[in-house]
């Protein structure tokens, strides 16, 4: 695969300012932007979040990380730390708080335009938005919108605050079994509704959430919030026979996903299926030295997991490096031995 020959656009110098740039600086891009280093590219980050880490940061930063190698248990925060210091080993350029809007092709690459103003030059890039711009998605009745920021919350930037309250959580995904065993400890009244009685959370998180002294109750929804101000009781029934119980609560956590938008990604000419972004086998869009990871992209097979991702991470970094570089190898040897690999040394 070549890099783009484009007829339209600004001329550009065949070595553009950087090897590659990435868009999004949640933990894929991160630990992209170190294997890229590792492979000796000179990297940039583009993100438009006010800090690394992404979801991970702007919405769980306490949130504990079962899933990722290394770690039996890991805070959001501190492994969004420990992948920026990563990162930053090979001094990556990051811009934070700025949003790419479009990308064209340019002579040798790809100039990125963000909300900026700024133009960023670069032979190939690697797109790891997660799932885009992201917003919760909220209840149904807009009257209840009054309670936000009055004890209605669907976002938990904190836990400390929930100490000795009564907390109401509904839903039944990972962020609503994983708030709850989180709260647990803290909440002095802890009860969690979900519409089913299955789970779409990990087996094991399931697992101790019916062993904590959360109250679950299944087949369960919210009718309305009611309080003077804030939030003071929630009516809840059961889908079954509609049959309603009222709750005294100080707080109501909503975690039913997100709605994600892909923005001006989907501008650019990329293959997009849904809100997905479709790549080969080795990360590849349809757009040639353009590469996706994370749950950004789709495949056959492919899992929207951490792990994952930086396992695709590592193959579109390694396509991004044949593109730069035609004598570099996709494989190039393992970490303690790359240092020779791409200084054409054989590895032992």
Request: hydrophobic letters at 40%; charged letters at 25%.
């Amino acid at each position: 695969m070549s890099l783009p020959n484009p007829s339209t656009g600004p001329p550009l110098p065949v070595d553009a300012e950087f090897d590659l740039t990435i868009i999004g600086a949640g933990p894929v891009g991160l630990f992209a932007a170190f294997y890229a280093g590792l492979r000796t590219m000179k990297v940039k980050l583009i993100d438009s979040l006010a800090e690394p880490g992404g979801q991970l940061a702007a919405l769980y930063p306490d949130k504990d990380i079962y899933d990722v190698a290394g770690f039996p248990s890991v805070k959001s925060r501190d492994l969004v730390d420990r992948l920026v210091e990563q990162a930053n080993q090979y001094n990556p350029t990051i811009c934070l708080g700025e949003q790419a809007t479009s990308l064209k092709p340019v002579e040798g690459g790809w100039l990125i335009g963000s909300d900026k103003g700024r133009e960023h030059r670069t032979k190939t890039v690697l797109i790891t938005a997660g799932i885009g711009y992201f917003a919760p998605r909220k209840l149904t009745d807009a009257a209840l919108a009054r309670f936000e920021g009055h004890g209605l919350h669907y976002v938990l930037p904190g836990l400390e605050p929930f100490r000795g309250r009564r907390v109401l959580l509904l839903g039944g995904g990972d962020s609503a079994v994983d708030w709850a065993l989180h709260l647990e400890p803290l909440a002095s009244e802890l009860t969690l509704i979900h519409r089913r009685d299955q789970f779409r959370a990990h087996e094991d998180s399931v697992r101790k959430l019916h062993a904590s002294r959360c109250r679950v109750v299944p087949f369960h929804e919210l009718r309305t919030i009611e309080g003077d101000g804030r939030v003071q009781r929630a009516v809840i029934y059961d889908n079954r026979d509609q049959k309603e119980t009222v709750l005294e609560v100080d707080d109501v956590v909503v975690n039913f996903g997100f709605v994600a938008n892909l923005g001006p990604i989907k501008t650019w000419g990329l293959t997009i299926k849904g809100n997905s972004l479709e790549v080969s086998q080795k990360m590849e869009t349809n757009l040639p030295g353009v590469f996706g990871s994370g749950d950004l992209v789709s495949y056959p097979g492919k899992l929207k997991l951490i792990a994952t991702g930086f396992g695709e991470a590592t193959m579109a970094v390694c396509g991004a490096k044949m593109l730069v570089d035609p004598k570099a190898r996709y494989f190039p040897g393992h970490s303690s031995e790359m240092a020779g690999a791409e200084t054409g040394t054989p590895a032992s």
